[in-house]
């Protein structure tokens, strides 16, 4: 049997313990515990050990036999009361040694006693307020030597950035190095307390308190700010001290100080420095474009000065403020003489920018203001300009486009595109105010344009996108009437001169000018209409008089309803057409009147288009000419050369109309006729000669007639016409207003008539007093005896 005082006795060697390892509680307040790790599987660093490796003693655990033990050394014995003075002190001496730069003493304990011996003053002699007061003098005076060995470093400037870096460097290195080995005191002790500041608590609220607050430093350090920026401004490059102050703002985050000594000094500067800049740039004498482009390059200059060496979080600020600076104070001046030249020009990249840098400053009111005025004046000075009537929209056009750049900006960039948006309107709306009617006029003659030439090669898209912005212009002006005459009067001629591109085109325009535009487009479709009935006249026509008059079967007549159709009744004969063609005139005159009776036609030669074969040296050719013209030409089968007072006295033309006629025989592209003497003008003493050297390529041949265009003279009389219709249009609305208010006073009335009107145009303050004053008259209203300023209606 086994002797009991051998069992009992622990063996003098044993590796029973040399699987222990150190556990740390979740609890900071329990103190450390060591836990014997003797089946060798139970570990992670076991499984990956040999199972030869195993010590017998834990081959026998397993197998359920008896354990030996063997402890080799001498065991760390706890200290006792009355030692522990002397641990207390050595600890004080070495938070001094390691809280001391430069020291020169050596530690008196290890890093591993110092953490034993705080472990026991701690957990089992509970010391732990001593030693936070040891610990909280020896971080008071540590920082109280680090201040003074600052403030008496002779760096200046930038310069103190590296000595004043390597210091917090140091003292928080020092700081983590007390952490580690005092972490009984940081969390079994200090934590608990009622204060709950730790270590790097107690630390870094010295060092704020005396560093970066103290007297002696805290100007220092912006110097260091102030000094860096300002070379770097002006070397206009990177300055060597970068890193340095890339470690320094490191440092100042760390102390949650970064904001108050670098941040806040960084942005004043920016303010102060780019707000004199602005101020030596923008005097009146100079280029806002050019004062533009340098907020533009300092901005980015600072943004990537800002990204190089500033965290994230400062970025929006410095870009922030260095816009502020640059613009506030000189947006007007900036605004009025910047958005102009960029809209004409069509600087899509600068007109981004502008919009974006306004929105963030808070001046985009400013800037759509500027807008607004630029395109009052600019459409305008294009509506006024007399000598360039016929470009009016194509100009406009122009400057509505690059306009709608700066609107398309501010969509996606700014909170005011509706503003954009309304300033575009109403200054189109106010320039075109400048001159009365003729905006209108020059719109629908534009329409008129597209509308004959048709969309040729363009795709469908491109050609309503054409149509579409010129609409857009008629939704500007306020003579809505205006435009309706002109564009009637327009379409009569293209659908009766054979002048139009595509049916289908103008079905679909007048379709979408009534549907979104003006009801009253409607009369279009009458004038389709009446084409398809004349078109029916004629082949019964032909039908009766049957195929052997080849000369009757090749007439065409179109008989137009006169209310539908933009043309008035001449009083006096046209021309005087020949006797062949009148005759042919007179017999389909008594067809449509035995056909329709109490019907009158009226001819309009005017409009009237004549095919001739002309015998030229070079040979026969077709000539699609203008009535007029076939009748001028028609002289000359008789007569080689004629005089212009001839010419006028067989034609029987009224002169301005025969001079113009002349002038596209004998003046124009196409010379069928010569005059002389040569010249653009017609004058009274012309004669002009046949010309049988007259040659072109093609058979049939078209020869401009100026009677296809819209003449000066009837350009005024389509508005006299449509001044007449306002007249008749004010005294409805106001009999109408009357009849329902049955007495109002002379503003009222006014205010009223300009509301019922204003679909059709704006009617100017005395136009409506004059038609009061007629109506009056003619006892539709009548006047208050005593009140003259009020009115009755008379039933």
Known sequence: ?????????????????????????????????????????????????????????????????????????????????????????????????????????????????????????????????????????????????????????????????????????WFEKQVGLLEDVMTYLDRGYLSQTKEGDGI?????????????????????????????????????????????????????RIHAQYNAHFESPYVNLLSEYYTEQAKKRSRPSDDPLLFLDYCAAKTAEETSRARAVLPDASWDAVQATTERSLLLGHLDWLADGVIGPLVERKDAEKLR??????????????????????????????????????????????????????????????SFSEDFQYALQDAFSDGFKKRHNKPAEMIARHIDKLMRKGQGSASDELFNEQLDASLALYRFTADKDVFRAFYHRALSKRLLLGRSASDDAEKGMLKKLKEEYDPEFGMGDHMFRDLALSRDNMVEYHKRIGPGRAAEQRLTVMVLQQSFWPFSSRTAQDAIIPVSMQSELDEFAAFYN?????????????????????????????????????????????????????????????????????????????????????????????????????????????????????????????????????????????????KARKQLTYEQIKFETIEAVRRHFIPEVTSIKQRIDSLVEQEYLRRDDEDRNLFFYVA
């Open 200 to 252: 790097q608590q107690q630390a870094n609220s010295l060092l704020v308190s005396r560093i970066f607050y103290g007297p002696r430093l805290h100007e220092r350090v912006g110097e260091v700010v102030n000094e860096w920026l300002t070379l770097e401004w002006k070397d206009g490059a990177e300055h060597a001290a970068r890193p340095y102050i890339r470690t320094l703002i490191r440092h100042l």
């Open 594 to 738: 035995e056909k329709h009776q109490g019907h009158k036609i009226e001819w309009s030669h005017a409009l009237g288009t004549v095919s001739l074969r002309a015998d030229f040296a070079a040979g026969q050719k077709e000539l699609s000419v203008s009535l007029y013209q076939a009748v001028v030409l028609l002289l000359f089968n008789d007569m080689a050369e004629i005089p212009f007072s001839d010419v006028k006295l067989h034609t029987g033309i009224e002169d301005a109309v025969l001079r113009c006629t002349l002038q596209s025989l004998a003046c124009g592209k196409k010379r069928v006729l010569k005059k002389r003497p040569a010249g653009k003008d017609v004058n009274d003493e012309d004669v002009f000669v046949f010309n049988d050297a007259f040659e072109d390529p093609r058979a049939k041949v078209h020869i401009n007639s100026i009677q296809v265009k819209e003449t000066p003279e009837e350009s005024q009389r389509t508005q006299s016409a449509v001044e007449g219709d306002r007249k008749h249009y004010l005294d409805a609305a106001i009999v109408r207003v009357m």
């Open 1 to 169: 049997m086994t002797d009991l005082v051998a069992l009992l006795t622990f063996p003098s060697v044993s590796n029973g313990f040399s699987a222990l390892r150190l556990v740390i509680h979740d609890n900071p307040s329990l103190p450390l515990s060591k836990v014997a790790r003797l089946d060798a599987d139970s570990d992670s660093g076991s499984a990956s050990r040999s199972r030869a490796g195993v010590h017998p003693t834990s081959r026998a655990l397993v197998a359920g036999g008896p354990v030996r033990v063997s402890i080799s050394g001498n065991l760390q014995q706890p200290v006792t009361e009355h030692q522990i003075d002397g641990p207390l002190n050595l600890m004080r001496q070495c938070m001094r040694i390691i809280l001391t730069r430069d020291a020169t003493e050596a530690l008196p304990l290890t890093y591993e006693r110092i953490y034993a011996f705080c472990r026991d003053a701690v957990v089992i002699h509970r010391k732990g307020e001593v030693l936070s007061n040891m610990l909280r003098i020896e971080l008071d005076q540590s920082v109280a030597r680090l201040e003074r060995g600052l403030a008496d470093d002779i760096s200046e400037g930038v310069s103190f950035a590296l000595p004043f870096a390597q210091a917090l460097t």
């Open 353 to 414: 920018t502008l919009i974006v840098v306004f929105d963030r400053v808070g001046g985009v009111r400013k800037l759509v203001q500027a807008f607004k005025l630029f395109l009052i004046e600019k459409v305008a000075d294009i509506v006024c300009d007399v000598a360039k009537d016929e470009e009016m929209v194509e100009r406009l056009l122009v400057l509505k486009s690059n306009a709608s750049l700066a609107h398309s900006f501010a969509v996606s960039s700014s």
